[in-house]
């Protein structure tokens, strides 16, 4: 596609249901990221995932959080048993493959957990 | 890990003024991009700048790798301006993640 795309762009649920966002890379690209931009801690990474090598979780803050991508082209960013401190905008980028090349980001989706 | 401080945190400008945004980071990078943040919350690339000089119309940048900052140049700003600035760095020798820095929050008054 043109750009990243992610899905759905708001999602509001309740305190203790999963989730599931979706992210849709720019084609072509063999690196998908996932960041996230809460009020308290700005903008953080979470996970990368880089052509067909494991994925670098390193950031994500809790084992409630996994991610996974299927055929090395659409990501799924999934919330188990969410919490309040959960709620921040949730932001894809993708990349060509390698080191210091620039990363393209989507529009992002914003949870809100009550 | 790497740190990227953004200076300042805070700018209002009048329409048609000039204005300079500095990015520190504390470790030698292959990579750093500006972003604008709109009011959508949407991350517009600017400059994809690891060293050197760009522009782009009324916006230039600069990275000084070798000193560790970079600055985001705006002339004759107009109000669509507005918005939030990040410089983001990729560390050398580390994973591919963008490390961000705390943002410049801009606001150009008609």
């Known amino acids: 596609g043109a750009g990243v795309s992610q899905s759905p762009s708001n999602k509001v649920t309740e305190k203790g249901k999963d989730v599931e966002l979706r992210c849709d890379p720019i084609?072509?690209?063999?690196?998908l990221y996932w960041y996230r931009q809460s009020l308290g801690q700005g903008l953080e990474f979470l996970i990368y995932f880089q052509g067909n090598s494991a994925p670098d979780k390193s950031g994500l803050p809790s084992d409630r959080f996994s991610a996974e991508r299927t055929g090395g082209s659409v990501s799924t960013l999934t919330i188990q048993r969410t919490q309040q401190e959960d709620s921040a905008v949730y932001l894809c980028a993708s990349s060509s493959l390698g080191r210091g090349v620039k990363q393209y980001f989507g529009p992002g989706t914003r949870l809100t957990v009550t | 890990g790497i740190q990227v401080e953004q200076s300042p945190p805070d700018l209002i400008l009048q329409e048609g003024a000039n204005s300079t945004l500095r990015c520190n980071f504390s470790?030698?990078?292959?990579?750093l991009q500006w972003f604008h943040q709109n009011p959508w919350g949407q991350l517009i690339n600017l400059f994809y700048i690891p060293s050197g000089t760009k522009q782009n119309g009324r916006l230039s940048a600069t990275t000084v790798a070798t000193e560790r900052y970079s600055l985001l140049y705006i002339s004759s700003s107009q109000t669509t301006d507005s918005g939030v600035y990040f410089c983001?760095?990729?560390?050398?020798?580390?994973?591919?993640?963008?490390?961000f820095g705390g943002g410049t929050r801009l606001m150009v008054k008609p």
């Open positions: 983001a760095v990729e560390r050398n020798n580390a994973g591919n993640m963008l490390t």
């Open positions: 084609s072509g690209h063999t690196a």
């Open positions: 470790d030698s990078v292959n990579n």
